[in-house]
């Protein structure tokens, strides 16, 4: 059988040389890339955030298995003649821990092709092919649209908002620049820190589920979400063990701050603490920790992202230890009808 080519697209704006049409060569990669390099400026795009990048043709080919999407109908290229102006694709989806399924869409448009119908398009196309996987999966009930944007993407915010989605979370972006004297205050007695060694690892997992167990994104523990662990984190390109600042008790794992480097840039990627062992100080004297190893490596910005509500009191945390918000990122979901699946 032969891959599909082409898509039906009803709402497709009428503009000679438009082209909607599946991933078909290697060369889609670089359009894609061109696409993101493109609205950079235009979207204000912070290359240093810990949840939006510039990504690179080699990037976009590591993220997409070639073989896998080549034909795929959950991606689609948007082309004038034979260059690529705009994405979207309907790749990942999930279930959290209080049963919704969750789809997400995600979409990219060159900025001079906005405003002409095309981004609408787009967003219908990832609706029609989102109810067509759920209706495969058999998803009766609890099932939505998700799609995410920053604060400073305000084409792509009034195209969701024009749709009917709702702002259901915020993700404050933040930076530091450490203070040069910045001393880590002590672990609670009976707490310390231990070197990471990949047995170590499902003690971990465990434990940054444990912490997210009342918060409504996450996902359930199993093998598979563990599997997905690792390949997050210890299969990370910028996976270092001697960043990874993890406290004990006997033998639980009690709170966690793990940390990445790129270029001069410092990631705080996690931070986890048990919900029996919250508010003791173990969380702050492990960012602190986390930071001064950041600093002697030459670190002069450390970046990280937290609820922008301040669930948790993580927010105020952050921000007593000096960290400031640069911008936000809204998660935006709409309840899937499967029923309006023509």
């Not at 599909?4 to 359009?31: E, Q, V």
């Not at 869409?105 to 002409?116: I, V």
């Not at 099932?143 to 993700?171: C, G, K, M, P």
């Not at 919900?275 to 990280?304: D, H």
Request: hydrophobic fraction near 40%.
């Amino acid at each position: 059988m032969q891959p599909l080519t082409h898509p039906s697209i009803p709402t497709a704006p009428h503009i000679d040389g438009i082209n909607f049409r599946y991933f078909a060569a290697p060369s889609d990669y670089r359009g894609m890339a061109l696409v993101h390099a493109g609205s950079f400026q235009h979207d204000g795009i912070d290359p240093h955030s810990s949840r939006e990048n510039d990504p690179s043709e080699t990037d976009l080919r590591n993220m997409f298995d070639e073989a896998s999407i080549s034909g795929n109908p959950d991606l689609l290229i948007v082309a004038m003649h034979q260059h690529v102006i705009g994405y979207n694709h309907v790749f990942w989806r999930w279930t959290e821990v209080t049963g919704v399924r969750v789809f997400l869409h995600l979409g990219f448009l060159l900025p001079e092709w906005r405003g002409k119908g095309i981004g609408t398009a787009m967003l219908a196309w990832a609706q029609h092919r989102i109810r067509a996987i759920a209706a495969q999966e058999q998803v009766e009930a609890h099932a939505t649209f998700a799609t995410n944007v920053s604060s400073t993407e305000h084409e792509a915010d009034t195209l969701i908002r024009n749709a009917h989605y709702q702002d259901v979370r915020r993700l404050s972006d933040m930076l530091l620049t450490p203070d040069p004297l910045l001393v880590a205050q002590p672990l609670p007695t009976g707490v310390e820190q231990r070197t990471v060694i990949p047995a170590h690892y499902r003690a971990i997992y465990q434990t940054m589920k444990d912490a997210y167990a009342d918060i409504w994104t996450s996902t359930p523990e199993s093998d598979a979400d563990y599997d997905e662990f690792l390949v997050e984190n210890v299969d990370h390109p910028s996976f270092d063990p001697a960043l990874w600042h993890i406290a004990w008790f006997e033998n639980q794992v009690v709170g966690m701050v793990i940390s990445r480097v790129s270029g001069r840039i410092g990631h705080i990627a996690e931070v986890e603490v048990r919900r029996a062992w919250q508010r003791r100080g173990i969380a702050r004297s492990l960012l602190q920790s986390a930071i001064v190893t950041l600093k002697e490596r030459g670190i002069t910005e450390v970046r990280l992202y937290t609820d922008a509500a301040n669930g948790q009191g993580a927010r105020s945390l952050y921000e007593s230890l000096g960290f400031q918000e640069m911008k936000q990122h809204i998660f935006y979901r709409k309840l899937l009808a499967l029923e309006n699946t023509e």
